[in-house]
């Protein structure tokens, strides 16, 4: 998978600003262009696992890369590029950044339903099947965003690839617990989606 965004271009890339405040950006320093540059060997390693983990939450491939974006600036503000917790920590980070889009996101069911009547109105094979899929999706996400920090991070780990040990490191817990983590995790993520379908059909 090709980065959208090269590394050079993640550390020259302004800091996103919040509402009407306005931020000066941190000076970033300049990048050796060496081909042995740490931070370009980090970005190539771990941008498609930080994409996958974003998108897995988002389902937005584009606000995905956003996310890799701001977390690999992060990294680079906060830490050296070979540290030995990079891997776990950009993982970590890509989980609860998209979360947190997730839940103060205001806009996203009007965006949803226009994409979804968007898809009916070029003749989808199948219109019903695919607003139904729209709204799974929305149910999903929206349960999600309102699970604990720790249990949704270990279901978005979990499910965009990374393995027991990968999960583990992300989130500072040891591979052993993992498997218990992540089966109290569905657990209640299964509990928040049969409240929302409850909701749903006493409309």
């Given at each position: 998978?090709?980065?959208?965004?090269?590394?050079?271009?993640?550390?020259?890339?302004?800091?996103?600003?919040?509402g009407s405040q306005?931020?000066?950006?941190?000076?970033?320093?300049?990048?050796?262009?060496?081909?042995?540059?740490?931070?370009?060997?980090?970005?190539?390693?771990?941008?498609?696992?930080?994409?996958?983990?974003?998108?897995?939450?988002?389902?937005?491939?584009?606000?995905?890369?956003?996310?890799?974006?701001?977390?690999?600036l992060d990294f680079?503000?906060?830490?050296?590029?070979?540290?030995?917790?990079?891997?776990?920590?950009?993982?970590?980070?890509a989980a609860h950044?998209?979360?947190?889009?997730?839940?103060?996101?205001?806009?996203?069911?009007?965006?949803?339903?226009?994409?979804?009547?968007?898809?009916?109105?070029?003749?989808?094979?199948?219109?019903?099947?695919?607003?139904?899929?729209?709204?799974?999706?929305?149910?999903?996400?929206?349960?999600?965003?309102?699970?604990?920090?720790?249990?949704?991070?270990?279901?978005?780990?979990?499910?965009?690839?990374?393995?027991?040990?990968?999960?583990?490191?992300?989130?500072?817990?040891?591979?052993?617990?993992?498997?218990?983590?992540?089966?109290?995790?569905?657990?209640?993520?299964?509990?928040?989606?049969?409240?929302?379908?409850?909701?749903?059909?006493?409309?």
């Amino acid at each position: 998978m090709r980065p959208r965004h090269g590394a050079d271009e993640v550390m020259k890339a302004k800091p996103a600003v919040s509402g009407s405040q306005s931020q000066e950006p941190t000076p970033m320093p300049r990048r050796p262009g060496a081909a042995g540059d740490p931070f370009e060997a980090l970005f190539m390693a771990e941008y498609g696992r930080v994409v996958a983990i974003a998108n897995r939450v988002l389902a937005d491939r584009d606000e995905a890369e956003d996310v890799a974006q701001e977390v690999f600036l992060d990294f680079h503000r906060r830490h050296p590029a070979d540290a030995s917790f990079a891997g776990p920590w950009l993982h970590s980070a890509a989980a609860h950044t998209a979360l947190n889009r997730v839940r103060t996101r205001k806009r996203r069911l009007n965006r949803e339903l226009a994409d979804a009547r968007r898809e009916v109105s070029t003749a989808a094979p199948d219109p019903a099947h695919t607003v139904e899929i729209e709204e799974q999706r929305r149910l999903v996400r929206r349960a999600l965003a309102r699970l604990k920090p720790k249990a949704a991070s270990v279901l978005a780990l979990r499910y965009s690839g990374l393995s027991y040990a990968e999960v583990g490191a992300a989130i500072s817990v040891g591979t052993g617990q993992v498997g218990t983590l992540l089966r109290r995790a569905e657990q209640a993520l299964k509990k928040e989606l049969d409240k929302e379908i409850e909701v749903g059909t006493s409309l």
